[in-house]
């Protein structure tokens, strides 16, 4: 495969950062836009018309706005913030998993993909998922053996979500399930869609062990999708951006927090 250029990156970045800003703004004006991020504004007119395309926002009068599904910025965006961040916890929660035969599962995320990755050079791995991005990934590797869920897929977050893949899910041995959340707060781990929340809760209780891999933004929010109540969690693995009353509260519940 051809590398990226340059140019590529920096736009995918910019579209990452895009999306986070109307997560945070709902609106925001495209001259703003083009100037916080040192590009004209016909370049970023480019980067709007892939991102409306998407249905992740909608322009008016040199506005960029808001939608309903541009509230989850997909997983091919997520990838592409916070790598730094994102490799010290993936480094990290991979360090969790024993030497040995090991049964591990991974629901979709991009913290979790780069769990993934960390992982594949094992050789003793079975591997169950239900997110297509971390199948594609683990799959060419030879000594790894990868058990998919099936289901529909949706395209937020790659994951196969619906009663096929819940039914795959719970039939599965799981010894160590890598879990990524969208919220974690004091009653537990939660994502935007609730048919991805009931598929990923499926996977959490088959598990021995859970670990959630999340960046610190996202402690103490709360979704509308609940996969779990935090004493499903055993460890969390997050940034030093954890603020000394979220982890106060969730070792008080129970859950082993680790800082990468």
Do not use: C
Not at 132 to 138: K, W
Not at 153 to 167: D, Y
Not at 224 to 238: C, E, F, R, Y
Request: glycine share 8%; proline share 3%; aromatic share 4%.
């Amino acid at each position: 495969m051809a590398p990226r250029s340059s140019e590529s990156v920096h736009r995918g970045e910019r579209m990452a950062a895009i999306l986070a800003l109307l997560r945070d703004q709902s609106s925001v004006g495209v001259a703003d836009l083009a100037r916080q991020f040192g590009v004209s504004q016909a370049t970023l007119r480019r980067d709007l018309t892939l991102l409306e395309d998407q249905g992740l926002l909608v322009r008016r009068y040199g506005v960029a706005i808001a939608t309903e599904s541009g509230a989850e910025v997909p997983v091919a965006y997520r990838d592409r913030r916070s790598k730094a961040q994102k490799r010290a916890v993936a480094e990290t929660a991979a360090a969790l998993l024993p030497f040995g035969p090991q049964t591990v599962a991974f629901t979709g995320g991009s913290t979790t993909a780069e769990i993934a990755r960390v992982l594949s050079s094992r050789v003793d791995l079975v591997v169950v998922t239900n997110a297509l991005n971390i199948a594609m990934e683990l799959a060419v590797k030879p000594r790894i053996r990868v058990v998919v869920s099936g289901g529909v897929a949706r395209s937020q977050s790659t994951e196969l979500v619906g009663p096929w893949a819940e039914a795959a899910l719970s039939q599965a041995t799981i010894g160590t399930a890598y879990v990524g959340v969208d919220g974690i707060d004091h009653e537990g781990i939660t994502t935007h869609d609730v048919v991805e929340a009931r598929t990923n809760a499926a996977l959490i209780e088959r598990a021995e062990r859970v670990i959630v891999a999340s960046d610190s933004t996202k402690i103490g929010h709360r979704y509308a999708g609940s996969m779990a109540p935090l004493t499903a969690v055993d460890t969390l693995v997050t940034d030093p951006g954890i603020t000394p009353e979220a982890m106060a509260l969730l070792v008080e519940a129970g859950v082993n927090v680790i800082v990468a």
